[in-house]
C-alpha cells in the first residue's frame, strides 16, 4: 500500500483557477475526504490524481513514485465513479474482471504482435472476482446484468471492480450521491467496514458534510481551490479554523451573530445588541484584544438549550437569553427551533420535552464553553 502526497498542486481551466497550489499527505491506509461546496476544486484533484487531468503546477506522489507523466492505467489506481460506469450489456462478473481481463504486460518480444499478453491467467481473475463477490454480497448476481440490479446493488459492482484490481489507492467520486436516503446511510456503512478489511488507501470526494464527518480518518475542508483546515472530523467540528469551516461542518449550520466585546468590570460579555452573553473565563485572554471591537460570535443550534429543561449547563444570569420562539419544526427525538431576538435569527435543536410554543418568549441558556468567536476580517477562529 501507499500514501499521496500533493505538492503545490494547481489546475486551472483558462483564466479560472480550480485547484490552487494545494499541498496535502495522505498516509498511507489513511480514509481521506475531501468536501466542499460544488466548485470548490476537489472534484478535479481526485481526477489529477487519477490522470484524467493534466497538472497546471505541482508535484503528484504515490507511494514514493512521482506521477505527473505517468498514464492513468499505469498509476495503480482505481476510481469509483458517481454514475456507476458499468457496461450495460455486461453481466455482474464480466464488468467487474473488465479490467483485469484487458490489462496487459510487455513480453519484451522483438515481435510487435508477441509483444504484449494479458498480465493476469484466467484463474487469478476468478480469484480476485469470487473474493471481491463475496466481500460485497454479491455472490448470487453474479449472472445479472445491471438493469436487473438495484442502485445499492450497481454501486457494489462499482466497488467490486475497483476491489478486483488491487490498488495501492482508492479513488471515489462521491459513490453515494445517486442513492436514496436510506440506501446511502446502508452503503455508507458498508464503505467504512470495507477500508477496516482492506485497509487500502482511499481519497473520498463529497458535498455531503455527514459522509465526511461519519467515514473520514481525516477530513480536507475545501473552499475556491483552497484547503481550508484538515483535521479529524471531532476536531474540525470542536475547533474550525475560520468561518467557512465553522459554517460547513455541522447540521444545522452554527449560528453566527455579528458582535462587540465589552468588559463590564465584572468580565467580558459577548454584545450582540439585543443580548449579552459572558465569554468564557478561560477565554477572557483571547478575546481581550477585541474589547469594543467588531467580532463574529458563533454558537452551534445543539448548544442551546431550553431553560426549563434538566441539562448539561447550569442556569445562570450571564448564559440566559430571553428570546422570541418564532418557528418550531418537529424531528422526533428533537424539535428545530427558530428563535428571534430583535433582528437576529438563531437555529436550536432542542428536546422535544420542551413547552415552548410558537409565538412564546422562552428563557434559552447559550453553552459558552463551546462557543466560538472569529475576526470579522480575516475570518479566522479567535478561539
Not at 450571564?318 to 438563531?346: F, R, Y
Request: hydrophobic share 40%; glycine share 6%; charged share 25%.
Amino acid at each position: 500500500m501507499s500514501g499521496v502526497i500533493l505538492k503545490n498542486l494547481t489546475k486551472s481551466f483558462n483564466k479560472v483557477t480550480a485547484v490552487n497550489d494545494l499541498n496535502l499527505e495522505i498516509r498511507d491506509k489513511e480514509f481521506m475526504v475531501l468536501v466542499g461546496p460544488s466548485g470548490c476544486g476537489k472534484t478535479s484533484t481526485l481526477r489529477m490524481i487519477a490522470g484524467l487531468e493534466e497538472t497546471t503546477g505541482g508535484e503528484i506522489w504515490i507511494g514514493d513514485k512521482l506521477v505527473n507523466d505517468v498514464s492513468p492505467a499505469d498509476r495503480d489506481i482505481a476510481m469509483v465513479f458517481q454514475n456507476y460506469a458499468l457496461y450495460p450489456h455486461m453481466s455482474v462478473y464480466d464488468n467487474m474482471c473488465f479490467g483485469l481481463r484487458n490489462r496487459k504486460v510487455s513480453t519484451k518480444s522483438s515481435i510487435p504482435i508477441l509483444n504484449k499478453r494479458r498480465a493476469f491467467t484466467n484463474q487469478e481473475i476468478d480469484r480476485r472476482v469470487q473474493e471481491a463477490a463475496e466481500i460485497l454480497g454479491l455472490k448470487t448476481l453474479l449472472q445479472r446484468k445491471p438493469k436487473e440490479l438495484s442502485g445499492g446493488q450497481r454501486q457494489r459492482v462499482a466497488l467490486g471492480r475497483a476491489i478486483t484490481r488491487e490498488p495501492q489507492v482508492f479513488l471515489m467520486d462521491e459513490p453515494l450521491s445517486n442513492l436514496d436516503a436510506k440506501l446511502r446511510v446502508q452503503t455508507r456503512a458498508e464503505l467504512i467496514k470495507l477500508h477496516r478489511r482492506l485497509g487500502i488507501t482511499t481519497v473520498y470526494v463529497t458535498h455531503d458534510q455527514v459522509e465526511a464527518m461519519t467515514m473520514g480518518d481525516r477530513i480536507a475542508v475545501m473552499n475556491n481551490g483552497l484547503i481550508q483546515q484538515c483535521d479529524t472530523p471531532l476536531n474540525l467540528y470542536h475547533n474550525p479554523a475560520n468561518l467557512f469551516v465553522a459554517g460547513f461542518i455541522g447540521s444545522p449550520a452554527m449560528n453566527f451573530v455579528q458582535s462587540t466585546i465589552v468588559d463590564t468590570g465584572d468580565g467580558l460579555m459577548v454584545d450582540a445588541g439585543s443580548f449579552k452573553v459572558a465569554v468564557p473565563q478561560n477565554r477572557v485572554d483571547l478575546a481581550r484584544p477585541y474589547i469594543d471591537k467588531k467580532c463574529v460570535f458563533g454558537i452551534r443550534p445543539e448548544d442551546i438549550y431550553d431553560a426549563k429543561l434538566p441539562g448539561l449547563v447550569d442556569p445562570v444570569p450571564a448564559n440566559t437569553v430571553t428570546i422570541d420562539v418564532d418557528v418550531i419544526e418537529p424531528l422526533g427525538s428533537h424539535v428545530e427551533m427558530h428563535l428571534k431576538s430583535g433582528d437576529l435569527v438563531l437555529i436550536a435543536m432542542i428536546d422535544s420535552a420542551s413547552k415552548a410554543q410558537s409565538g412564546d418568549k422562552a428563557d434559552m441558556l447559550f453553552d459558552m464553553e463551546k462557543s466560538h468567536l472569529f475576526d470579522p476580517v480575516s475570518e479566522r477562529a479567535i478561539y
